[in-house]
């Protein structure tokens, strides 16, 4: 497993994105790097991910800290951001500009991913390099510690399409990069590499469903991560139906994106769906019916706090619904 590279040249070692989009990532990073002050504090609301990627890298180079923001937020959301802080520089945000004298200064690297927006407050969940490591070395262990290739549609700022960048950096993978309107219509980009992998959403995963071709595609992928909403009984219906590689997963920005996972036989002909927790994951019910997870990948609080939580506990247990937990956690009902 790859460690972060405290040099540039370290870094850009081993392409960890597919061609032309790795040669304008080292230009970009470059031009980035030479311009970043050792700690600062940044935001970066780029629609362009591989510019999103070389802010996000050279910050973490000069152990800075990098706020990851939408760029498709409105004012309300900006003037939140505003609110909360200030930054020795802005990338991709016309909304807000640097002011340097309300910015923290970093002692070592942090990234802070957001959680809220357009449908809520906006926060910020603070990472480091270590959890986020922690959370590819869990999913490295599942899949036996091969290079985790992927094609990547999602959005670079958000913690699922982050994730398999650093999936690939660290174990030395490549993403390729892909526009979803683009395979939506059929122009289907090509595997990076064995093992590709590919994250969508249920309703992506039906309207791909809908076509041969697509079908093929889905087929030629290795692994197909479904989460972010619930799968209805007859789209799991389906991936049965048509034997596909789905993994189902449950995460969120707080543990790094995955914690826990079900595969295609964990799921029987009503459509529900069973699981279980990744390696070095713990799972319990509370009380309350909520989920409460340890994961050396939680992140250390929300912006301003940075600390070391052990146990993160949350009352939206998503489309894991109290029995398939209760699967999960080796109870019976």
Not at 226 to 246: C, M, Q, Y
Not at 262 to 280: H, K, M, N, V, Y
Request: aromatic share 10%; net charge negative; with cysteine.
């Amino acid at each position: 497993m790859r460690r972060f590279p405290d040099t540039l040249a370290d870094l850009l070692e081993t392409p960890f994105l597919s061609t032309p989009d790795w040669e304008r990532f080292c230009q970009r990073l470059e031009q980035v790097v030479s311009v970043m002050g050792e700690g600062e504090s940044v935001l970066c609301a780029e629609k362009d991910p591989v510019e999103t990627l070389a802010v996000f890298f050279a910050v973490l180079l000069r152990k800075g800290g990098v706020f990851l923001a939408n760029p498709n937020w409105q004012e309300i959301e900006w003037e939140q951001v505003q609110a909360l802080t200030g930054f020795d520089k802005v990338f991709g945000c016309e909304s807000i500009e640097a002011d340097p004298s309300r910015a923290v200064t970093f002692a070592e690297a942090r990234i802070m991913i957001a959680s809220g927006g357009t449908s809520g407050g906006v926060r910020f969940c603070v990472h480091s390099s270590n959890t986020l490591l922690s959370a590819v070395e869990s999913l490295s262990q599942f899949h036996g510690r091969k290079p985790l290739n992927s094609i990547n549609s999602l959005p670079v700022f958000h913690v699922s399409g982050l994730m398999p960048i650093l999936r690939a950096f660290f174990t030395g993978g490549v993403v390729h990069l892909a526009h979803w309107k683009a395979i939506e219509s059929g122009d289907f980009p090509k595997r990076p590499g064995a093992s590709t992998s590919m994250s969508l959403v249920p309703t992506q995963l039906a309207r791909l469903l809908k076509s041969e071709e697509g079908i093929a595609f889905l087929h030629g992928l290795h692994t197909i991560y479904i989460g972010g909403a619930a799968t209805s009984p007859e789209l799991v219906s389906r991936i049965r139906s048509e034997k596909l590689p789905v993994i189902f997963v449950y995460g969120m920005t707080e543990t790094a994106a995955m914690v826990l996972y079900g595969t295609r036989g964990d799921t029987d002909e009503a459509g529900a769906i069973w699981g279980q927790p990744l390696p070095g994951v713990s799972v319990r019910l509370t009380e309350d019916q909520g989920i409460s997870i340890k994961t050396r990948a939680l992140f250390r609080g929300y912006f301003p706090d940075d600390s070391s939580i052990q146990e993160f506990q949350t009352g939206d247990i998503g489309r894991w619904v109290t029995n398939e937990l209760l699967q999960v956690l080796g109870r019976k009902d």
